[in-house]
């Protein structure tokens, strides 16, 4: 909504069961003078990472900014993982970006910006994620290292790591208890988890080169109070 709001037209891609949430964000983003392009489909799967690339393009013959946010988590210790979660995690997580951002690399020109999502638990681990703290460990390192080589070509490519996050995600998880929901985020130092308004500018400011263009390679925490580097 806030790319929206700053001018900018917004493809968003979601899962097919998504479908109403996903009209409801493009009338959001039409109430702002803007268009949106909806893109069903599961990021878990390469051909359609092109796909989404392609088909944005298509709908607006540019592409500025990539932000890649899907997230998959089995909420196990390492003993209850078989490969089957270890491979769902590491594709929505970490090869999507790739992927995505090897596609979009045909399209972008000087002054565009990548944006991934980290996480609070790829600098300090989380109890039973360990796959999913592993993959955001990744994101971390590949954030860095392609930032480094896309310096010379004028493309800015960085990470918003969050602390805990409230969304409507927190109640449906099947991993936590009802109390367990209610107390989400209560041990982070400001004793409560973020709502998604206050991560939502960070993403704005890291594709801004009016505000963040000397910043490239940086996982830029959004923790609640929490001071560990990384």
Same mark, same amino acid.
């Given at each position: 909504?806030?790319?929206?709001?700053?001018?900018?037209?917004?493809?968003?891609?979601?899962?097919?069961?998504?479908?109403?949430?996903?009209?409801?964000?493009?009338?959001?983003?039409?109430?702002?003078?803007?268009?949106?392009?909806?893109?069903?489909?599961?990021?878990?799967?390469?051909?359609?990472?092109?796909?989404?690339?392609?088909?944005?393009?298509?709908?607006?013959?540019?592409?500025?900014?990539?932000?890649?946010?899907?997230?998959?988590?089995?909420?196990?210790?390492?003993?209850?993982?078989?490969d089957a979660d270890l491979q769902r995690t590491? &594709?929505?997580?970490?090869? +999507? *970006?790739?992927? @995505? #951002?090897?596609? =979009?690399?045909?399209?972008?020109?000087? /002054?565009?910006?990548?944006?991934?999502?980290?996480?609070?638990?790829?600098?300090?681990?989380?109890?039973?994620?360990?796959?999913y703290s592993a993959t955001k460990g990744a994101?971390?390192?590949?954030?860095?290292?392609?930032?480094?080589?896309?310096?010379?070509?004028?493309?800015?490519?960085?990470?918003?790591?969050?602390?805990?996050?409230?969304?409507?995600?927190?109640?449906?998880?099947?991993?936590?208890?009802?109390?367990?929901?209610?107390?989400?985020?209560?041990?982070?130092?400001?004793?409560?988890?973020?709502?998604? &308004?206050?991560?939502?500018? +960070? *993403?704005?400011? @890291? #594709?801004?080169? =009016?505000?963040?263009?000397?910043?490239? /390679?940086?996982?830029?925490?959004?923790?609640?109070?929490?001071?560990?580097?990384?």
């Amino acid at each position: 909504m806030l790319y929206a709001r700053e001018g900018a037209d917004v493809a968003i891609v979601y899962l097919p069961e998504e479908q109403s949430d996903a009209e409801a964000t493009r009338r959001a983003v039409e109430e702002c003078g803007q268009r949106c392009e909806l893109i069903p489909g599961d990021l878990a799967d390469p051909e359609f990472c092109d796909d989404v690339i392609e088909r944005t393009m298509q709908a607006f013959g540019r592409l500025d900014i990539l932000v890649s946010n899907a997230a998959q988590q089995s909420r196990k210790d390492l003993t209850q993982l078989d490969d089957a979660d270890l491979q769902r995690t590491f &594709e929505t997580n970490i090869f +999507a *970006y790739m992927r @995505l #951002a090897r596609a =979009a690399l045909r399209h972008m020109k000087r /002054g565009a910006a990548i944006i991934a999502t980290s996480s609070q638990t790829a600098i300090q681990g989380s109890h039973k994620l360990p796959d999913y703290s592993a993959t955001k460990g990744a994101i971390n390192a590949f954030t860095k290292s392609l930032a480094i080589d896309l310096i010379d070509r004028g493309i800015r490519v960085n990470a918003v790591a969050p602390g805990p996050v409230w969304t409507p995600l927190n109640p449906s998880d099947t991993g936590l208890t009802a109390e367990k929901a209610g107390k989400f985020g209560s041990d982070s130092p400001m004793k409560r988890p973020a709502q998604p &308004e206050e991560l939502a500018p +960070a *993403y704005v400011f @890291l #594709a801004s080169n =009016a505000d963040s263009s000397y910043i490239t /390679g940086t996982v830029l925490q959004v923790m609640g109070g929490e001071t560990t580097g990384g």
